[in-house]
């Protein structure tokens, strides 16, 4: 196995971690959770550039670097969700969104068709982290000194509220338009089901 896919099985790995020490009740760890969520940050940066330089480019690390993110986000949004700073039904439409599409990615691969990440699912991913780098840095210095108050302004709950709404929409946006460019793959999944079901009977 080369080195970006260790590396996006490390991503995967500290996922969990940086949830439980964020939704921990300790603040040197919820401290400690920044630390581990741009750590795991960096191996996405670092193994697509390792991949793209050294030709390091396989069909496992094609999948699972883009699940690997997915996993990351998706764990951070649902901490943000828990401790009240988002919207849970926003996180919900994420969520779900990434299974789908993941199990289309799946299925597209035991077809022998991958499914290539969208310009605009990149610019997704850009945003999604950008805004968590942002809200989670905030909390955690929010939270570091509490003699300061950030809530009226770094923190304000409307501009918050907004941009994760965006972020919402774009993301069920890019979800759509996956579906849309893979819909010969989809139906073929529904073809092969309906011909094992009438057969089963």
């Given at each position: 196995m080369t080195l970006p896919n260790h590396l996006t099985i490390l991503r995967i790995v500290l996922s969990p971690i940086f949830v439980a020490l964020l939704l921990s009740e300790n603040?040197?760890?919820?401290?400690?959770?920044?630390?581990?969520?741009?750590?795991?940050?960096?191996?996405?940066?670092?193994?697509?550039?390792?991949?793209?330089?050294?030709?390091?480019?396989?069909?496992?690390?094609?999948?699972?670097d883009p699940l690997a993110d997915k996993i990351l986000t998706s764990s951070a949004f649902i901490s943000f969700a828990s401790l009240r700073l988002v919207e849970t039904w926003m996180v919900a439409i994420i969520v779900i969104r990434d299974i789908l599409i993941t199990l289309?990615?799946?299925?597209?691969?035991?077809?022998?068709?991958?499914?290539?990440?969208?310009?605009?699912?990149?610019?997704?991913?850009?945003?999604?982290?950008?805004?968590?780098?942002?809200?989670?840095f905030v909390y955690v210095i929010n939270l570091s000194f509490e003699g300061v108050n950030f809530d009226a302004s770094l923190l304000n709950p409307t501009l918050i509220?907004?941009?994760?709404?965006?972020?919402?929409?774009?993301?069920?946006?890019?979800?759509?338009?996956?579906?849309?460019?893979?819909?010969?793959?989809?139906?073929?999944?529904?073809?092969?089901?309906?011909?094992?079901?009438?057969?089963?009977?």
């Amino acid at each position: 196995m080369t080195l970006p896919n260790h590396l996006t099985i490390l991503r995967i790995v500290l996922s969990p971690i940086f949830v439980a020490l964020l939704l921990s009740e300790n603040v040197f760890y919820k401290q400690l959770s920044l630390l581990v969520y741009v750590i795991a940050a960096l191996t996405d940066w670092y193994d697509g550039w390792i991949a793209r330089k050294f030709g390091h480019i396989t069909r496992w690390g094609r999948f699972m670097d883009p699940l690997a993110d997915k996993i990351l986000t998706s764990s951070a949004f649902i901490s943000f969700a828990s401790l009240r700073l988002v919207e849970t039904w926003m996180v919900a439409i994420i969520v779900i969104r990434d299974i789908l599409i993941t199990l289309l990615r799946s299925y597209a691969e035991l077809k022998n068709k991958p499914v290539i990440t969208t310009k605009g699912a990149k610019v997704k991913t850009f945003i999604q982290m950008s805004f968590i780098y942002y809200l989670l840095f905030v909390y955690v210095i929010n939270l570091s000194f509490e003699g300061v108050n950030f809530d009226a302004s770094l923190l304000n709950p409307t501009l918050i509220y907004w941009v994760m709404l965006f972020i919402t929409l774009l993301t069920l946006w890019t979800g759509i338009a996956y579906l849309y460019d893979n819909w010969k793959i989809i139906k073929t999944f529904y073809v092969t089901a309906g011909k094992r079901a009438s057969e089963s009977i």
